[in-house]
């Protein structure tokens, strides 16, 4: 994967939070880090999303990861063809740790400048986060009201015939085991960059 381009590692750009449009440009005309996506494949949201909810702004580690993905599977479309989210989000953050501080500060102006255009998209835009209790709640239930006939005529056969604590208690085991398995698949294949977030520590990796 392509790293630095020559430049002094201990470099480090200017930010200017103020105006990182015009700081981009001036790093683009030689980037410490070549990018696979351009700025604005890079920078744009997901096309498709369960949330009806705005994305939160792409921060740094996000979008190396998603240039990062894009360059793999450029790369080795083979190797990459049976990769999952997890896969990618390891080898992403392996990735990321290795690189040095100039190309860190080199995404840091990148996600002011994503965190600009969302401010531009999304005014007045506050994250509230979806807290993990009320999505398993709401998918159980969702998975009580619409779940496969057969499944509920099972259970009420059941229920009916064999109505003891122990297997009510059981099947509610059951449930719940299947439905938090479910949400935490869900999340974590989850593109989007506010689900993510929740299963990676990027404390360790903002070097």
């Not at 740094?60 to 049976?82: C, G, M, N, V």
């Not at 896969?87 to 953050?93: G, L, Q, V």
């Not at 869900?186 to 993510?196: I, K, L, P, Q, Y």
Request: net charge negative.
């Amino acid at each position: 994967m392509s790293d630095e381009r020559g430049k002094d590692s201990t470099f480090i750009f200017e930010t200017d939070p103020e105006d990182p449009e015009t700081l981009l440009k001036e790093i683009m005309e030689d980037p410490p880090y070549e990018l696979t996506l351009s700025l604005e494949e890079l920078f744009a949201a997901r096309k498709k999303r369960k949330s009806q909810k705005p994305p939160r702004a792409q921060n740094k580690f996000i979008l190396f990861r998603k240039d990062y993905i894009a360059q793999a599977r450029k790369e080795d479309p083979i190797r990459t063809k049976s990769m999952n989210t997890r896969d990618f989000s390891t080898e992403a953050k392996q990735q990321w740790e290795d690189q040095p501080a100039v190309v860190h500060q080199f995404f840091t102006i990148l996600a002011n400048v994503a965190t600009k255009k969302h401010k531009d998209m999304y005014p007045g835009y506050v994250y509230e986060p979806e807290k993990k209790k009320d999505k398993q709640v709401a998918v159980s239930e969702e998975n009580l009201t619409n779940d496969s006939s057969d499944k509920q005529a099972a259970i009420s056969e059941e229920n009916l015939t064999n109505d003891s604590s122990d297997k009510q208690a059981a099947i509610a085991e059951e449930n719940f085991m299947d439905d938090s398995q479910t949400v935490f698949e869900e999340n974590f294949t989850d593109d989007s960059s506010d689900e993510f977030e929740e299963y990676v520590d990027y404390s360790q990796c903002s070097k």
